[in-house]
């Protein structure tokens, strides 16, 4: 399949000022060539130029359309094939029509992803990269943006890069101790694996952390909105997203499904979730959206427990904050336009780092600190990284860990005198493991799974 020549349309579908029609593969410039009319060929253009002319059906002279085209000639380019890119107006139809055309002349329609997968295979760009583009495409908030704009650019593969090359000066270090027993250094090279995999495990102690954090950057921040029913969840919800996106009465029990939505605040990317009140009912429908609302707290990262700030708080309340208290939640207290009557003295003293913030979402007061406190909860929360060094995928949490644990193996078995030609096992399967993080051993599985999350024609 390298072999062919694949093309697919770059751009969204619909009306717009241009589409973009992409060709890569040997015969993507003679391809074009038998379809496009200007004065000269293709074929004899320099590389990175761009052509204006007409798209013509081959067997009717047909015009379909007045086009600009670029041609890009290996290996300067991003898949590192020649590549064409067909710029037309516009539209779903003339865009399919002229996309069809390029078929029919000798292309294969792309499968998803696989312009970026022969980035990949053609040693253009590593694993890592390739899975930045599309975090690069779905990024909901700057720093997202900024992660995957830094992994693009490469610095954390050469990061892995050095310390795999470490790691392989230590292995041909053991490889001499073993080929060559007569010198006697196997008690040295012992104690220079304790250090050299304390050392390691020091960094990689790092990269899982980081990790972590990374991950929720690139994720966004699961946020849920928990309380009883009519505390004003729902219109928290459209306060932050500017939009009637929940419905709102004074009927209990009127969100009966988690409600989604993006927001961004700072930088960071929040995944707002407005949930069912959670409380007992015989509606079976809602006694649905109360489950779901449970698992989704579960599975939080924030919890923003809102509560009637006219009311004291019910034992169901006071249970759900101690049940909170080991998470990162803040106690929200609505409806402070009218008469307060929560003795938030009593929920100090039992919570006393319990954060309390005081809002009026229908006169929208309090929302600001609100943000402050959300954004301030994040960050104690370990949600502040340098963007340039952190890996940010469960695929790269995973790998580490492993490593990791090989490294844990090889460094005990170093301080039980355990035979080098032992160690050395586990030294090179850490090694090998880290190399799946940039791709150098990636099964074909793996690559399927990942390319195919990825649009047609990227």
């Not at 690069?136 to 593969?157: C, E, F, V």
């Not at 490294?407 to 090998?432: H, K, T, Y």
């Amino acid at each position: 399949m390298l072999q062919d020549c694949i093309a697919a349309i770059a751009t969204p579908l619909g009306e717009g000022g241009i589409s973009i029609i992409r060709i890569s593969g040997d015969e993507s410039i003679a391809i074009a060539d038998r379809i496009f009319r200007f004065k000269g060929k293709l074929t004899q253009m320099t590389s990175h130029t761009v052509h204006y002319g007409k798209i013509v059906h081959p067997e009717d002279g047909r015009i379909l359309d007045e086009v600009l085209v670029l041609i890009m000639l290996a290996p300067k380019t991003f898949t590192a094939e020649d590549v064409v890119e067909v710029h037309c107006h516009g539209g779903m139809f003339i865009t399919q029509q002229v996309l069809q055309l390029i078929l029919r002349a000798g292309a294969r329609l792309a499968e998803p992803g696989e312009f970026t997968k022969r980035a990949f295979l053609n040693g253009r760009i590593d694993l890592i990269q390739a899975e930045s583009v599309i975090d690069l495409i779905r990024s909901k908030s700057d720093r997202a943006h900024r992660l995957a704009i830094s992994q693009l650019d490469g610095k954390i593969s050469k990061d892995i890069s050095k310390f795999r090359n470490e790691m392989l000066q230590l292995l041909a270090h053991v490889e001499v101790n073993i080929d060559y027993p007569e010198h006697d250094t196997e008690l040295m090279t012992q104690d220079e694996i304790i250090d050299s995999t304390n050392r390691w495990i020091s960094v990689l102690d790092e990269w899982l952390r980081t990790a972590r954090e990374g991950k929720l950057i690139r994720e966004g921040i699961q946020t849920v909105l928990a309380g009883r029913p009519n505390v004003g969840k729902s219109s928290l919800l459209n306060s932050f997203v500017k939009a009637e996106r929940a419905i709102v009465t004074d009927i209990a029990g009127t969100t009966r499904d988690v409600i989604e939505e993006w927001i961004q605040i700072k930088g960071y990317a929040l995944r707002l979730m407005d949930t069912a009140g959670l409380r007992d009912t015989e509606d079976l429908v809602e006694q649905i959206g109360v489950e779901r609302t449970r698992v989704a707290i579960e599975c939080a990262d924030l919890i923003l427990f809102v509560i009637n700030a006219n009311e004291p708080l019910s034992n169901e309340e006071w249970t759900l904050l101690k049940m909170f208290e080991s998470r990162p939640v803040i106690l929200i207290l609505n409806k402070t336009d009218l008469t307060v009557n929560v003795n938030t003295d009593e929920i100090i003293f039992k919570f006393p780092n319990l954060r309390i913030v005081s809002v009026s979402v229908l006169q929208q007061t309090g929302l600001d600190r609100l943000e402050t406190e959300i954004i301030d909860i994040i960050q104690v929360n370990g949600v502040i990284v340098d963007e340039s060094s952190v890996l940010s995928r469960s695929r790269h949490i995973e790998l580490v860990t492993q490593a990791r644990m090989m490294l844990e193996d090889a460094n005990s078995a170093a301080g039980m005198g355990v035979p080098i030609d032992l160690i050395q096992i586990d030294l090179r399967l850490a090694w090998e493991t880290l190399g799946h993080l940039v791709g150098q051993t990636a099964s074909d599985s793996l690559l399927d799974e990942l390319f195919s999350q990825f649009c047609l024609g990227k």
